[in-house]
């Protein structure tokens, strides 16, 4: 991913896997260039969301301003398209007072629909989508591989096969267009008026496990059952098919105990850092840092400064 840039405003865009530490290191750097942090985090900005998707504490929203968290509602559909717009309004706003702003999260495509913009492609139908949400519920991944198999076999040899959420946005395209949703991919980039200064968080694979199994036991011990006993009678809406909670609502529907649930949870959010990094590598220019390299990465920030 790459921006043309025709001013000198600059979007430092923090990246990596879940539980690496990248909302912490967004505040730093916040507070340090004085600014202001704009989340790319497609649960974050669910306000009935907190403790099942790592909400920033309270604490840390006071310590430096954040924007897209819990601004949105789950009753409100939200896409990447919508976030493309939304987050070009803030940004075109932030910059009005500072020249840099801080991007951070996990989720790739709101990134790339930020920062280069998505390519265009149609509506779908709200009762086709929930059919195809309800198909995954009742049979899984399989369940949207094998529809896949059936009507878009150039995403199966070329798309993301292990990921629901993209595999249930290909589906509904194909079923709703005829076309597999690869053959409105352009490839080209929108032109923004900033640049981009990418930073990516990352650590040993074991370590990293370590992270997630115990940020997962926190969530527990801070309530993750109650609060997701609570979106239960919601389980159907397309915010809700989210790590944590489509687990726990399965152990509510008496599919597996509660330590059953956790383990399952534990094992798909492994999944899915897996995932965030195999995207996120494939980013030629993002400069990749440990946590705890917070001095390194301001130098190498304000040395990008000191040239551009």
Not at 161 to 173: D, F, G, S
Not at 202 to 224: K, N, Q, S, T
């Amino acid at each position: 991913m790459s921006s043309k840039a025709t001013t000198q405003n600059t979007v430092i865009a923090v990246v990596g896997p879940t539980a690496v530490g990248k909302t912490a290191l967004a505040i730093k750097l916040a507070t340090h260039f004085q600014t202001e942090i704009l989340s790319a985090d497609s649960r974050q900005c669910y306000k009935e969301l907190a403790i099942g998707v790592a909400s920033p504490a309270e604490s840390e929203l006071q310590t430096a301003p954040h924007h897209f968290i819990a601004s949105h509602t789950i009753h409100s559909a939200f896409t990447a398209a919508d976030f493309e717009s939304y987050a070009l309004r803030m940004a075109e706003e932030l910059f009005r007072k500072h020249d840099r702003l801080v991007l951070v999260g996990g989720t790739g495509l709101y990134i790339r629909a930020f920062l280069e913009g998505l390519d265009s492609i149609p509506e779908v139908d709200a009762a086709l989508r929930t059919n195809v949400i309800e198909l995954y519920q009742q049979r899984g991944i399989e369940g949207l591989g094998a529809e896949l198999n059936r009507l878009d076999q150039q995403y199966v040899n070329e798309g993301e096969m292990q990921n629901p959420q993209r595999m249930m946005r290909a589906l509904e395209v194909v079923m709703s267009t005829g076309k597999s949703i690869l053959t409105y991919r352009t490839g080209t980039s929108k032109p923004r008026d900033f640049s981009v200064k990418w930073v990516g968080l990352e650590l040993p694979r074991a370590v990293l496990i370590e992270r997630i199994d115990r940020r997962v036991d926190e969530m527990f011990e801070a309530g993750l059952v109650e609060e997701a006993r609570a979106l239960y009678p919601y389980r159907e809406l397309n915010a809700l098919q989210t790590v944590g909670y489509k687990e726990l609502f399965e152990h509510f529907d008496g599919k597996y105990n509660l330590s059953e649930a956790i383990e399952r949870i534990k094992i798909a959010t492994r999944q899915y850092a897996k995932r965030q990094m195999t995207w996120f590598k494939r980013i030629p220019e993002i400069r990749w840092f440990a946590p705890n390299e917070e001095a390194m990465i301001i130098d190498y920030l304000s040395a990008e400064d000191s040239v551009s």
